[in-house]
């Protein structure tokens, strides 16, 4: 009998040892520039999807005004519990802003697990040829153990807030169903930091809507939202093949043909208060080099973070509903 008994405690101790070993959750914390001297650092985060010995998500973080995020892939050892991420973009230590060099940085950490804290300990280290201006950065990431609201705490902190703002080469919509007349040129509701090429007169814009209500809406999610604003990022969660994507909100494009890649597509939408739900699709505008069109959605409401997998073809549109939350 105690031989049973021992063997059965082995065996939980062993199942929770083992489910406590995984990387996949979101993790947060600051990363310090390893020179002498005061630096400004990066409030970083990793959202991590372990599959057996590989690993993929978003990496994003915050420096100084700007706020950046890329899909990514990398390397988990089991046996050592070791994380191995490459070529994630981070911006110059003495950037002044979003548009400033950045850094080709890899990402090596050990998970450590206690009762107390998940943790991951590691730093972004570049090539030998980059050392001297690319100075290592040490970080030490706590996993967020909300379950309920996976989005870390970053977020929500008085930096992540303030930092919640378009950059260069993001996009604000405006409310498009009070201006389906409008076209897409002068006072389209699209507009960008910089500048945005669109089509710029109406029979391009009535021909693009034509063949979207063409084309069969297939519904992913609905999505309970907190506010009347979201930022909703889209990534090419496969290889980088040339997948380009329109995006439509209530019907109506607000974003023309533009291509998936790692970094994020950032799109600032305001909703129509006036609707119950509103309806974001994504229209392919080609199917790549590996059919079909997918991407990977973040939708951000400023309380929670929502991931979809979407999948797109010449055929139908992948659809998300969203509806406000109640006060």
Request: net charge positive.
């Amino acid at each position: 009998m105690p031989c049973k008994i021992f063997s059965l405690l082995f065996t939980v101790v062993f199942l929770v040892n083992c489910q406590a070993q995984t990387v996949t959750g979101s993790w947060y914390g600051k990363a310090e520039v390893m020179m002498q001297g005061s630096y400004n650092n990066y409030l970083t985060e990793l959202i991590i999807k372990q599959k057996g010995d590989e690993v993929e998500g978003i990496f994003g973080y915050y420096f100084k005004d700007s706020y950046q995020s890329f899909f990514f892939r990398g390397k988990y050892n089991v046996k050592t519990r070791e994380v191995l991420i490459n070529n994630l973009p981070v911006l110059f230590y003495l950037s002044s802003g979003p548009n400033g060099i950045e850094c080709p940085m890899h990402f090596e950490a050990l998970l450590m697990v206690s009762q107390a804290a998940s943790t991951l300990r590691g730093t972004f280290y570049t090539e030998e040829k980059y050392k001297y201006t690319c100075p290592e950065l040490r970080v030490n990431l706590m996993m967020d153990i909300n379950e309920k609201n996976q989005d870390s705490i970053l977020r929500n902190t008085t930096a992540g807030k303030k930092f919640w703002k378009p950059q260069q080469d993001d996009f604000i919509v405006s409310n498009p169903s009070r201006n389906e007349k409008k076209t897409m040129g002068g006072d389209s509701t699209l507009t960008n930091v910089s500048e945005v090429t669109v089509a710029k007169d109406s029979i391009s814009h009535m021909k693009l809507i034509e063949v979207f209500a063409k084309r069969k809406n297939t519904y992913s999610k609905e999505i309970l939202v907190h506010s009347d604003s979201v930022r909703i990022s889209f990534y090419d969660n496969g290889d980088i093949d040339g997948d380009s994507i329109s995006v439509f909100l209530n019907n109506q494009p607000v974003l023309v043909k533009q291509e998936l890649s790692s970094r994020a597509l950032n799109i600032y939408v305001s909703l129509d208060s006036t609707k119950s739900i509103n309806e974001i699709s994504m229209f392919a505008n080609n199917l790549g080099k590996y059919p079909p069109n997918t991407a990977l959605m973040l939708v951000s409401d400023g309380v929670n973070r929502h991931e979809l997998y979407l999948s797109s073809s010449l055929s139908q549109n992948a659809s998300v509903r969203l509806r406000r939350k109640k006060n």
